[in-house]
């Protein structure tokens, strides 16, 4: 059967399978219990809700399979909903010890984004603030699709560059096939579930 792909704006009802697709993208479960994992996704992408102007989803035979979320820097105002949604996300990870530990894993993370925005000359008008492709349906070319209309989305705001952050956990390859280059990276030692590795963090633009 030929696979129906429709592209559109963010929708109540997408939330949960939006939730599940980052699960996915991000293998929460490796490194913590399924409980966690989904308490995780739903901060994340509820986090990730209160710092964009700009969403568009991937529906596959009627199921959300994938989300783009671009920011606007200077229009940018977070509705009251998206942060009364991140609020009680994070009070769910809040109450196990597991979900603290992996909240200051996160915080650490932010840091090293933080730091790596800092030490770029470029003042920019615009960032990728999520990216996330539901594993069963990559290589149908859903990915250059959504990526496409955020640079649509860009240009018609005559944002002239933009930015994103990603790391050695994600296929970050992707983002140099679209034209991307990598303008800052930092190797940071993590310690999760009692394992050590080594993740190395970029930031990357693209003048629109």
Request: aromatic fraction near 12%; glycine fraction near 6%; include cysteine.
């Amino acid at each position: 059967m030929e696979n129906n792909i429709k592209l559109r704006e963010l929708k109540k009802e997408d939330v949960p399978a939006l939730e599940d697709v980052i699960r996915k993208t991000w293998n929460y479960d490796r490194f913590a219990t399924p409980k966690t994992a989904r308490k995780l996704a739903k901060v994340y992408l509820a986090t990730c809700l209160t710092n964009q102007t700009y969403t568009r989803v991937a529906e596959v035979n009627g199921v959300p399979v994938g989300l783009i979320l671009g920011k606007d820097i200077e229009k940018h105002h977070c509705p009251p909903k998206y942060r009364l949604r991140q609020i009680s996300a994070l009070c769910g990870l809040l109450i196990s010890k597991e979900g603290r530990e992996i909240l200051n894993f996160y915080k650490n993370v932010d840091d090293i984004d933080n730091r790596l925005l800092r030490q770029c000359s470029k003042d920019y008008k615009g960032e990728l603030a999520l990216f996330a492709l539901s594993p069963e349906y990559r290589g149908l070319g859903i990915g250059k699709m959504l990526f496409r209309c955020l640079l649509a989305y860009m240009e018609s705001r005559s944002i002239s560059d933009f930015y994103l952050y990603t790391d050695t956990s994600c296929n970050f390859g992707f983002y140099e096939h679209q034209g991307m280059v990598r303008q800052q990276q930092y190797k940071h030692l993590v310690h999760m579930k009692g394992q050590k590795g080594e993740l190395e963090f970029y930031l990357y633009d693209m003048a629109v």
